[in-house]
């Protein structure tokens, strides 16, 4: 996973969703579509881009009455497991999505200057490979193990650069 950081904001012009994949395939946040903004199903389409790429959305919605222990107890079997969180930043309760890693905030994609405090809604977004016989060493996204876009079949992971 590496740091992208959201470049537009706003309840529908924000980018929060696309930066929090670039951060978990590591890749340019320009070569992700804006989803939010230019579809109504912004998830669907995100899953539509996704699928070219090999990796499927996994929806995965705790209910709010049942203790957080069972959340706890999902993500310790899921070790390693970056995923996308939703939740709201406060103050103004906004709908934001942030990086997590077993359960937990790694990165929240908003600047540190614009930080707020995020409260998570128990609602996450977890990636899943579509056909793993196409999954071969690094090449293409590859989630849990080696991630990143390698530049060609065999290259490495596109270096830290942009954003």
């Not at 128990?122 to 590859?142: M, N, Q, T, W």
């Amino acid at each position: 996973m590496r740091r992208v950081f959201q470049t537009s904001f706003g309840r529908l012009e924000g980018n929060c969703f696309p930066a929090c994949l670039a951060s978990i395939l590591e890749i340019p946040l320009a070569s992700i579509p804006h989803f939010c903004r230019d579809h109504k199903d912004h998830v669907a389409a995100a899953a539509e881009w996704l699928s070219g790429h090999n990796i499927t959305l996994v929806h995965v919605q705790f209910d709010k009455k049942n203790p957080e222990s069972i959340e706890d107890e999902f993500f310790a079997k899921q070790k390693g497991l970056h995923h996308i969180m939703c939740g709201h930043t406060y103050p103004g309760g906004l709908g934001h999505v942030v990086v997590g890693l077993d359960g937990k905030i790694v990165h929240d994609p908003l600047p540190m200057e614009l930080q707020k405090t995020f409260k998570p809604d128990r609602e996450h977004y977890l990636f899943a490979v579509l056909d793993p016989s196409k999954v071969v060493g690094c090449g293409g996204f590859i989630i849990n193990g080696c991630q990143g876009q390698a530049a060609k079949e065999g290259g490495d992971a596109i270096a830290d650069t942009d954003e």
